[in-house]
C-alpha cells in the first residue's frame, strides 16, 4: 500500500511539475509579446475642429469602426470581459475624465495608438483592431480623432488589465494575435483619401476594409473559424456570392439593420448588427454592391 501510495504521490506531483513548468513557459513566452517596447515615428494629421467633421467622426466610430463595442458608448471604457482564463480585458477610458486618457495624449499619440496599435508609452495595445483603422482615410481617421477628443470627460477609474492562464497561452503559442502592432506594416503611410461616399463597390469596398469585416469573415470574406478575439465566438458567415444565395439587397438591410437572416433566424451576437443598423443607406448598399463583386469561395476557404 505504501508503494503503491508512494508511486501515485511521484506521478501527481510529476504531473503539477509540468503543469507549472508549462504555466512559467507561457507566462515568459507571452511576456515578450505583452513588454515589448516600439519606436513609432510621430505622424501628423489633420484634426479639424468644425461640427460638421465632429458629427461624421461620431457617426465612424459608432458605425463603421465601432469603438463604442469596446470602450463604451460615452467612451469612457469598461470591463469588458472577467475570467479565471482568459483574465480581466479592461478598454480605457478614452475621455479627458478621471481616470481617462483624453487629457494626456497628444494627437500624434491618438494617430499612432489607432493606425499603429501602440500606446503613449510605446507599449502594444491588447485587442485594439489598428490592423483594420490602419486602411482608414486621413480624413477619416482626422474626423475619428476630433469626436473622440470633444467627448464630454467622464470619471470613470477602471481596474487594471489582467491576462489569465489560456490567454497567455495563446499569447505565447502565436494561436491568437491579440496585438495589431505585430502584424502591420508600420512603414506604409495612411492613406490621403477615401472613395467618395455613395452607393458604389468601390466606396462599399473600403467600408468593408475599414470596419472589420475581413477580420472575422477572413481576407477572402469566405467565412469559417474567426482567427482573432474570443475563441469561443462561433464560425464567420460565408459573404461571398456562395454564401449569399438566399439574399437579395432588401434582405441584406434587414440582417444588418435587425440581426435576422432571411427564413427568421437570428444571427450570433458576435456579429454587430447593432452598430451596423446606424450606417446609411449609402454604406449598406455600397458593401452589397461590393460583396456582389467579390470571387465565389466555398465556406471556410482562404
Same mark, same amino acid.
Given at each position: 500500500?505504501?508503494?503503491?501510495? @508512494?508511486?501515485?504521490?511521484?506521478?501527481? $506531483?510529476?504531473? !503539477?511539475?509540468?503543469?507549472?513548468?508549462?504555466?512559467?513557459?507561457?507566462?515568459?513566452?507571452?511576456?515578450?509579446?505583452?513588454?515589448?517596447?516600439?519606436?513609432?515615428? %510621430?505622424?501628423?494629421?489633420?484634426?479639424?475642429?468644425?461640427?460638421?467633421?465632429?458629427?461624421?467622426?461620431?457617426?465612424?466610430?459608432?458605425?463603421?469602426?465601432?469603438?463604442?463595442?469596446?470602450?463604451?458608448? *460615452? +467612451?469612457?471604457?469598461?470591463?469588458?470581459?472577467?475570467?479565471?482564463?482568459?483574465?480581466?480585458?479592461? %478598454?480605457?477610458?478614452?475621455?479627458?475624465?478621471?481616470?481617462?486618457?483624453?487629457?494626456?495624449?497628444?494627437?500624434?499619440?491618438?494617430?499612432?495608438?489607432?493606425?499603429?496599435?501602440?500606446?503613449?508609452? $510605446?507599449?502594444?495595445?491588447?485587442?485594439?483592431?489598428?490592423?483594420?483603422?490602419? *486602411? +482608414?482615410?486621413?480624413?477619416?481617421?482626422?474626423?475619428?480623432?476630433?469626436?473622440?477628443?470633444?467627448?464630454? #470627460?467622464?470619471? *470613470?477609474?477602471?481596474?487594471?488589465?489582467? !491576462?489569465?492562464?489560456?490567454?497567455?497561452?495563446?499569447? $505565447?503559442?502565436? &494561436?491568437?494575435?491579440?496585438?495589431?502592432?505585430?502584424?502591420?506594416?508600420?512603414? &506604409?503611410?495612411?492613406?490621403? !483619401?477615401?472613395?467618395?461616399? $455613395? %452607393?458604389?463597390?468601390?466606396?462599399?469596398?473600403?467600408?468593408?476594409?475599414?470596419?472589420?469585416?475581413?477580420?472575422?469573415?477572413?481576407? =477572402?470574406?469566405?467565412?469559417?473559424?474567426?482567427?482573432?478575439?474570443?475563441?469561443?465566438?462561433?464560425?464567420?458567415?460565408?459573404?461571398?456570392?456562395?454564401?449569399?444565395?438566399?439574399?437579395?439587397?432588401?434582405?441584406?438591410?434587414?440582417?444588418?439593420? =435587425?440581426?435576422?437572416?432571411?427564413?427568421?433566424?437570428?444571427?450570433?451576437?458576435?456579429?454587430?448588427? @447593432?452598430?451596423?443598423?446606424?450606417?446609411?443607406?449609402?454604406?449598406?448598399?455600397?458593401?452589397?454592391?461590393?460583396? &456582389? =463583386?467579390? #470571387?465565389?469561395?466555398?465556406?471556410?476557404?482562404?
Amino acid at each position: 500500500m505504501n508503494v503503491i501510495l @508512494r508511486r501515485t504521490g511521484l506521478v501527481f $506531483g510529476s504531473l !503539477l511539475l509540468l503543469v507549472v513548468l508549462v504555466a512559467a513557459g507561457g507566462f515568459v513566452a507571452s511576456q515578450r509579446h505583452i513588454g515589448r517596447k516600439y519606436e513609432i515615428a %510621430p505622424e501628423s494629421i489633420p484634426i479639424p475642429t468644425d461640427s460638421l467633421s465632429i458629427a461624421r467622426g461620431r457617426h465612424l466610430v459608432r458605425s463603421i469602426s465601432k469603438c463604442v463595442d469596446c470602450h463604451g458608448e *460615452n +467612451l469612457a471604457g469598461t470591463v469588458m470581459q472577467e475570467s479565471a482564463a482568459m483574465g480581466r480585458w479592461v %478598454p480605457v477610458n478614452l475621455t479627458r475624465g478621471k481616470g481617462g486618457v483624453g487629457s494626456v495624449l497628444k494627437d500624434e499619440d491618438w494617430v499612432r495608438a489607432i493606425r499603429h496599435g501602440v500606446g503613449h508609452d $510605446g507599449r502594444p495595445l491588447f485587442i485594439m483592431p489598428s490592423v483594420v483603422y490602419q *486602411n +482608414l482615410s486621413v480624413g477619416d481617421l482626422g474626423e475619428i480623432i476630433a469626436y473622440v477628443k470633444s467627448v464630454p #470627460p467622464v470619471d *470613470n477609474e477602471l481596474p487594471p488589465l489582467t !491576462l489569465g492562464p489560456v490567454a497567455r497561452g495563446l499569447i $505565447g503559442s502565436g &494561436k491568437v494575435t491579440f496585438f495589431s502592432v505585430e502584424r502591420i506594416d508600420h512603414s &506604409k503611410s495612411a492613406r490621403a !483619401l477615401a472613395p467618395a461616399e $455613395g %452607393p458604389t463597390a468601390e466606396y462599399g469596398d473600403y467600408i468593408v476594409h475599414t470596419a472589420g469585416c475581413a477580420e472575422c469573415h477572413g481576407p =477572402t470574406l469566405a467565412g469559417g473559424k474567426i482567427d482573432v478575439g474570443d475563441p469561443s465566438w462561433p464560425p464567420a458567415a460565408n459573404l461571398t456570392p456562395s454564401g449569399l444565395k438566399a439574399y437579395d439587397e432588401a434582405a441584406f438591410f434587414t440582417a444588418l439593420r =435587425t440581426g435576422v437572416r432571411p427564413g427568421g433566424s437570428k444571427i450570433n451576437e458576435a456579429m454587430p448588427w @447593432r452598430r451596423t443598423k446606424e450606417m446609411t443607406d449609402d454604406e449598406i448598399r455600397a458593401v452589397w454592391l461590393y460583396l &456582389k =463583386t467579390v #470571387p465565389p469561395r466555398e465556406f471556410g476557404a482562404r
